[in-house]
């Protein structure tokens, strides 16, 4: 193992919940309505891709750059008195930044990724932390997985990557690397899919597991 890639929401931060309920304030708000399914199709996409899907599939009276403007405010308002940190998360990072070169893969945008990192002191630890909206195209695509690869400098393929979420595995899988699973309580991931993973009851189990 030459690298470990952690995800950002529902792996470190508690968030899932929180885009969810955020998302669907401003759908009601301007518009829209909301449709079967959206909470797990919108997890893992890029902001440029959820904005745009909030427009084009639920019908929101706005543009998708002020979509993506609204809700994230909204997630910074949520985050005013720091990010809901799950417990033993940045422990784990810690612990696994002392043996490889760590970095994050995430679809929240830039400016929720530093402020997890402040919050958490691991601004100097974490060596790449990597956008969705910075590559491509968001989970389930790897592009997010292999530019954090790359900026690392090592083969994805030696990589371990750490998900919670169904489109998010699917990514890492896509990917190449060795995926651990932490599944989401709230949104199970798709048992066939995490048949591919090493699953773990918790975050706290991660630095035993790449030892085993």
Request: charged share 20%; glycine share 8%; net charge negative.
């Amino acid at each position: 193992m030459d690298a470990v890639v952690f995800d950002l929401d529902g792996v470190l931060v508690d968030s899932e919940r929180t885009w969810d309920e955020v998302r669907r304030s401003v759908v009601a708000a301007h518009g829209g309505v909301w449709a079967d399914g959206t909470t797990r199709a919108l997890q893992g996409m890029s902001t440029p891709e959820w904005a745009r899907h909030l427009v084009d599939e639920l019908g929101v009276e706005l543009t998708a750059d002020e979509v993506a403007e609204v809700v994230i405010d909204g997630m910074r308002q949520r985050y005013a008195e720091g990010p809901p940190i799950i417990a033993g998360g940045p422990e784990a990072v810690r612990a696994v930044g002392e043996r490889y070169p760590v970095a994050i893969a995430s679809s929240s945008p830039p400016v929720l990724i530093q402020a997890f990192l402040e919050a958490t002191s691991l601004t100097g630890l974490v060596r790449v932390a990597l956008s969705s909206q910075q590559v491509d195209a968001g989970k389930p695509a790897p592009d997010v997985y292999l530019e954090a690869a790359r900026q690392l400098g090592v083969d994805a393929a030696n990589c371990a990557a750490v998900e919670d979420t169904t489109n998010g595995l699917k990514s890492a899988l896509a990917a190449g690397m060795t995926v651990y699973a932490v599944p989401n309580p709230h949104f199970p991931p798709d048992p066939e899919v995490l048949e591919r993973t090493q699953v773990l009851a918790d975050i706290t189990e991660l630095p035993a597991a790449l030892d085993a």
